[in-house]
């Protein structure tokens, strides 16, 4: 069995790290398969280092239904051949595509703009296009037709242990551990580590040298600085460091993290949601 997971994100490391989860579930699951992220060229090193194949999206060619199958994300997808091809809400550049991959195609919806699901003249929205349309996180929406938990790239028994972070950054037992992470746009990181104050540490996925993903080693933080985007939000929900999290809703055109801030805080996950959709990939449900 082939997956694939296409996004076509390139605002932040958020798309790329839902990738990343949904493999590592998958691979929880013990599924024997192929599976591999297709989206546009990320600043990150570690988009590289976990096989995260770069496409360019040729908008003028993919929003015209006759010649999108000659784009360069056409041939890429064509040659992989996958059974389910994941789209991460993106849904407009595989839309003239889909009808000739011959897959099935799930749509993962995180919030989005309320008039995301229109688009353009040429490009408009078709469920039809999607044998599965899923929520993967707790928004209303009519173009939603099942739910799962968030996702998120982690469990928490897979976190490292206590102790793994200060070791790694040489804090002294002692000495308060506050850090400021994040993967947005520029001037952003420099917002949150001034708000973190004096001797905050930065782990920015833009460094070389940055922890990734960086969810598994915050157990150690006695504060966290951080945007209010989706992973950031879920990880801290999910693995423990949500009351010790400062967050900041950066404004985003394809996101509401001031929504999300606001009306997801008490909201309690049961599972990672990755694991779910992994269960529903490898069952056939």
């Known amino acids: ?39 546009p060229a990320l600043p990150f090193a570690a988009a590289a280092r976990l096989g995260y194949e770069t496409v360019p999206l040729e908008e003028g060619l ?71 349309i899923i929520g993967i996180e707790p928004l209303p929406h009519a173009a939603i037709r099942e739910r799962v938990e968030p996702v998120v790239v982690c469990n928490p028994e897979e976190c490292r242990p206590p102790g793994a972070l200060r070791a790694h950054l040489e804090v002294p037992p002692g000495r308060p551990l506050v850090v400021a992470m994040h993967a947005g746009l520029p001037g952003e990181m420099a917002a949150l580590a001034k708000a973190g104050g004096h001797g905050v540490v930065t782990c920015d996925l833009y460094t070389e040298s940055a922890l990734f993903p960086v969810a598994e080693w915050l157990r150690d933080a006695d504060g966290v600085f951080a945007g209010a985007g989706y992973n950031s939000f879920w990880e801290a929900r999910w693995l423990g460091w949500f009351e010790r999290t400062v967050f900041t809703p950066f404004p985003r055109a394809v996101d509401n993290q001031g929504w999300r801030l606001a009306t997801c805080s008490t909201y309690r996950m049961q599972q990672n949601g990755a694991d779910t959709l992994a269960r529903w990939l490898t069952s056939g449900r």
């Open 62 to 132: 993919l929003r015209d239904a006759v010649r999108a199958p000659e784009s360069a994300l056409a041939r890429v997808l064509s040659r992989f051949q996958p059974d389910v091809l994941l789209v991460d809400l993106f849904w407009a550049p595989v839309h003239h595509l889909l009808p000739h991959l011959r897959c099935e195609a799930w749509l993962l919806v995180r919030c989005c703009p309320r008039a995301w699901f229109g688009g353009p003249p040429d490009t408009r929205w078709d469920p039809a296009r999607f044998a599965r």
């Open 1 to 39: 069995m082939r997956i694939g997971f296409f996004t076509a994100g390139s605002v932040g490391a958020g798309h790329l790290v839902r990738g990343v989860a949904l493999e590592r579930a998958l691979r929880r699951v013990g599924f024997g398969g192929e599976y591999r992220m297709f989206g």
